[in-house]
């Protein structure tokens, strides 16, 4: 077993500010206060509060007399823990095992099983630090065979920088010699007693008789220590992952560009792409959902053709649609849902190394692009439908799986083995190449119909008469027509519902 | 008038060595079209007359190509259409065809491009990416999207409005990027307007389903010929023609002069034509015997 222990020391105040980008807040005096209403004292600052002269509990009321432009948040323990929890689904995607400690504010990690994935202890903790790093959490760490001694090495780092990992389990009790007791959380009086006694660390508990401590202190005191030295079980209850992601981002001032949200939509989007990794999913949906002032909503929906959760494809998607359209509202909060999770497809790497998969991944990509900006019903693929009607004998094919579509059976065999073709013979058809969104009416003078002058038949009729069952009957006689701009038009003549000339399609 | 094209000396067929090499390779003569070592690769047109005009032989591959034709309907996409259709036999060879590749996007189209006409040409309408698009700008952004992005082989775009030079220098940066050929369908009123698209030409109808290729720009020579191409081939359309080879001929007999005339089609003609089409297969049996080219 190998535990990795992340500590937040300043998890109140990162749970603020991580809300923004660096830029707007990092100036700003702001502290987050608790404490009874009447007395509010300071809890947590950030740098420029801290730069600014003030310091954790001093009165909320003397906090603004030496700095008068302190943004003062109340705390919201129920917040902090949210904010931990989320953090640790997004770590999930790193081992399975994940315990959130809210009294301590920190999170453990157990490693060992999936270490070698990762590419050893030294590559996997570069990943973890900057997952916790990219969703504005300052955290420290801290790596012992027990999870309660990773905590303790974590917490001490405070204190002693150098000693935060220790991997093997027999030198546990020699590296957590100098660990301050004050760690522990013990009671008050059981601490202030250890410290009248002289003993702050846990070398110096060590060689004390452990009857006298049981009967002075209780089992805890003890049991802490077996458990930090891997003597006593220490079981840990695990995360278990929630079926849907739902992350929101609130901000302390209204957020006025879109550009503005760019940093936030990208914690939120790794976010997501780190809980879809921990399931082993992707997704076809996300619902972002930005909130105005007086509780008004905008809802930006986006899709791709294919699951996807690759954090920075679907930021590239939101951009297209902000590129589009400005803000309603200015933002006070930014949530993103995923509804619908799917089973993630890895990409099927091949033995020859050419750009096969990456070609096909980048075409699902491309089509969502273009459709995130221009509209889903604008990009679009055609099929053949096996009707009569010409205008039934095809129909559009938008929305998911446009990309995945197999390729058609081809009906006319090509030259062989790639050899491409010289001399084309173009496969004859009786159909356009271009037919028109709606039949023309053609204007006829002395019964010749006129397109850009007077048409000229060259072939037909061809006579389609069919559709009566469904309510849109045709009894039309199609001619292959040309004028004398040498255009070759198909028309046709409704030769049961008025005689009249339309104009459907032109060869080109 | 005719143009003498030099065949390009093929370093296969003729290796010479050291710096007679580098200069066979790299340099490019005046006064040659340029062949396949010169120019980048290409995509062959599958019109014979026409890969003759090209540098290179065809299409020119990853590049931006200016056609400029007004109207619709004179045979300007059954000059793609070989070209399309090569791509995509070209990609199933290379056993791209598992996962995509020989995909084509067209743009802005002036009709929508009908299913079974483009199943009846051979074309595999998986690969085929239709967007819909009447502003400039958002024709333009979707072109660059899908030439940079590497993943279409080809863009056919049709904007009837003036682009501005630097969106133009943007396609065709795209294109190379992107390795993707891009054609331009706009207008023949932009003839005049520079570009920077290598190759431009301008296109025109004719009678019989035949095209005239007007090359205004080429890489290598500067061009001074027009091509005519049988580009499509509609079996009426022949009949048109032969027709009207038989009536110049029987003209040309009976009057015993040689000028082409007869554009004007008199309301009887057309209505014997419309109504009369039982006697029209006895026409072209006879024709046959008699047109020069048969």
Redesign the interface.
């Known amino acids: 077993m190998l535990w990795i222990a992340l500590h937040f020391p300043q998890l109140s105040i990162d749970c603020v500010m991580r809300g923004h980008g660096e830029s707007l807040l990092s100036n700003l005096p702001l502290a987050i206060h608790a404490g009874p209403s009447q007395r509010p004292t300071l809890h947590a600052l950030n740098t420029a509060a801290r730069e600014a002269g003030l310091k954790p509990g001093m009165a909320l009321a003397a906090a603004r007399a030496i700095c008068g432009t302190l943004t003062a948040i109340p705390r919201s323990v129920a917040k902090e823990e949210e904010c931990l929890q989320r953090l640790a689904i997004q770590l999930a995607q790193y081992t399975p095992s994940v315990s959130v400690d809210a009294v301590s504010q920190s999170i453990v990690l157990e490693v060992a099983s999936s270490m070698k994935l990762f590419g050893g202890i030294g590559a996997l903790l570069g990943e973890v630090r900057r997952t916790v790093r990219s969703q504005g959490y300052q955290g420290l760490v801290g790596i012992a065979p027990t999870p309660l001694a990773a905590q303790l090495l974590a917490r001490a780092t405070q204190y002693h920088p150098a000693t935060r990992m220790c991997r093997d389990a027999t030198q546990l009790t020699e590296r957590l010699a100098d660990v301050p007791l004050a760690l522990f959380g013990w009671s008050y009086d059981t601490l202030n007693t250890l410290a009248t006694l002289g003993l702050t660390r846990i070398k110096d508990l060590m060689p004390m008789p452990r009857r006298g401590l049981q009967q002075r202190f209780g089992d805890s005191v003890l049991n802490d220590l077996d458990r930090a030295r891997g003597l006593l079980g220490d079981p840990r209850l695990y995360i278990s992952l929630p079926e849907r992601f739902s992350s929101n981002r609130e901000f302390v001032f209204e957020v006025h560009e879109s550009e503005r949200l760019m940093p936030v939509a990208d914690g939120l989007f790794q976010e997501m792409e780190g809980f879809l990794r921990a399931r082993g999913a992707a997704t076809q949906t996300v619902v972002v959902t930005l909130k105005h002032a007086r509780n008004a909503h905008t809802h930006i929906t986006l899709g791709t053709r294919e699951p996807a959760r690759h954090a920075g494809h679907w930021l590239r998607l939101l951009r297209e649609k902000f590129a589009r359209a400005e803000l309603a509202a200015p933002v006070v909060e930014m949530t993103l849902r995923v509804e619908q999770l799917r089973p993630y497809l890895a990409e099927t790497h091949s033995l020859?190394r050419?750009?096969?998969?990456t070609?096909?991944d980048?075409?699902a990509?491309?089509?969502d692009?273009?459709a995130a900006?221009?509209g889903e019903?604008?990009?679009?693929?055609?099929?053949?439908?096996s009707d009569h009607r010409?205008e039934f004998?095809?129909?559009k094919q938008t929305g998911a799986g446009?990309?995945q579509?197999?390729?058609?059976r081809?009906?006319?065999s090509?030259?062989d083995?790639?050899?491409?073709?010289?001399?084309?013979?173009?496969?004859?058809?009786?159909?356009?190449?271009?037919?028109?969104?709606e039949p023309r009416a053609l204007v006829g003078m002395?019964?010749?119909p006129q397109y850009?002058g007077?048409l000229?038949?060259?072939?037909?009729?061809e006579r389609i008469e069919t559709g009566w069952w469904d309510g849109k009957p045709v009894a039309r006689d199609y001619f292959?027509a040309?004028n004398?701009?040498?255009?070759?038009?198909w028309i046709y003549r409704d030769y049961r519902f008025g005689r009249k000339w339309y104009l459907h399609?032109?060869?080109? | 008038m005719s143009v003498a094209i030099k065949p390009a000396i093929s370093p296969a067929r003729h290796r010479p060595s050291g710096l007679a090499q580098l200069t066979e390779l790299a340099v490019f003569r005046v006064g040659e079209l340029g062949g396949a070592s010169t120019a980048p690769s290409v995509?062959?047109s599958?019109?014979?007359g026409l890969?003759r005009e090209l540098a290179g032989g065809g299409w020119p591959r990853g590049e931006l190509t200016e056609i400029l034709c007004d109207?619709?309907?004179?045979?300007?996409?059954?000059l793609l259409?070989?070209a399309m259709?090569?791509l995509q036999?070209?990609n199933?060879?290379?056993?791209?065809?598992?996962?995509?590749?020989g995909?084509c996007v067209w743009i802005g189209?002036?009709?929508?491009?009908?299913?079974?006409?483009?199943?009846?040409?051979?074309m595999?309408?998986?690969?085929?990416?239709?967007?819909?698009?009447t502003r400039t700008e958002?024709s333009l952004?979707?072109a660059e999207?899908?030439l940079a992005?590497?993943?279409?082989d080809s863009v056919s775009m049709w904007i009837n409005g003036a682009i501005a030079d630097t969106s133009l220098r943007r396609l065709k940066h795209a294109a190379m990027s992107g390795g993707a050929t891009c054609w331009l369908m706009r207008p023949t009123l932009f003839a005049r307007h520079a570009s920077p698209a290598p190759l431009r030409m301008m296109l025109k109808?004719?009678?019989g389903?035949e095209l005239t290729i007007n090359l205004i720009k080429r890489r290598g020579l500067p061009p001074n010929k027009t091509i005519s191409l049988q580009?499509?081939?509609?079996?009426?359309?022949a009949?048109?023609r032969l027709q009207e080879q038989q009536q110049r001929i029987t003209q040309n007999i009976a009057q015993g002069i040689t000028t082409q005339t007869s554009?004007s089609?008199p309301?009887r003609d057309?209505?014997g034509?419309?109504f009369g089409?039982a006697a029209l297969p006895a026409t072209p049996v006879r024709s046959r015997s008699m047109s020069p080219d048969r």
């Open positions: 020859l050419n750009a096969v998969s070609r096909q980048s075409a990509n491309l089509v692009r273009l900006r221009l019903k604008a990009v679009y693929q055609i099929e053949v439908e010409p004998a095809w129909r446009l990309t579509r197999p390729p058609a081809q009906r006319y090509r030259t083995s790639g050899q491409t073709r010289s001399s084309t013979k173009m496969p004859t058809s009786n159909r356009p190449a271009w037919i028109l969104r002395n019964d010749i850009h007077a000229t038949l060259l072939a037909g009729p292959v040309q004398p701009q040498h255009e070759v038009c399609g032109l060869f080109a | 995509i062959d599958g019109f014979a890969n109207g619709v309907g004179m045979g300007e996409l059954a259409l070989p259709l090569n036999a070209a199933t060879a290379a056993l791209a065809n598992l996962a995509g590749g995909g189209a002036p009709h929508l491009p009908y299913a079974p006409a483009l199943r009846d040409a051979g595999d309408l998986t690969k085929v990416f239709i967007i819909d698009s958002d952004w979707a999207q899908s992005s590497g993943a279409m109808g004719e009678a389903g580009s499509r081939s509609l079996p009426c359309l009949r048109k554009t089609t309301l057309w209505l034509r419309t089409q």
